[in-house]
């Protein structure tokens, strides 16, 4: 995580997370509890359910 052309945080940049299925999960969760000072606005996506969906979701733009 962190990586590209984006302006990433420094945060984000330096967590050395890799985005598998697992860290995208607790990433749309509460990414403020996953990585502590990112600029991330979006408060995080408490059904589990939910978070599945956009995961295979975004399995399938590959």
């Known amino acids: 995580m962190?990586?590209?052309s984006y302006a990433f945080s420094d945060a984000?940049?330096?967590s050395a997370l890799?985005?598998?299925d697992a860290t995208?999960?607790?990433w749309l969760e509460n990414p403020?509890?996953?990585v502590p000072g990112n600029r991330?606005?979006?408060p995080g996506l408490k059904d589990a359910a939910?978070?599945?969906e956009i995961i295979a979701y975004l399995k399938?733009?590959?």
């Open 2 to 4: 962190g990586q590209g």
């Open 12 to 14: 984000l940049k330096a």
């Open 18 to 20: 890799t985005l598998d």
């Open 24 to 26: 995208l999960d607790k």
């Open 32 to 34: 403020r509890a996953l």
């Open 40 to 42: 991330m606005s979006f």
């Open 50 to 52: 939910k978070r599945a």
């Open 60 to 62: 399938q733009q590959r």
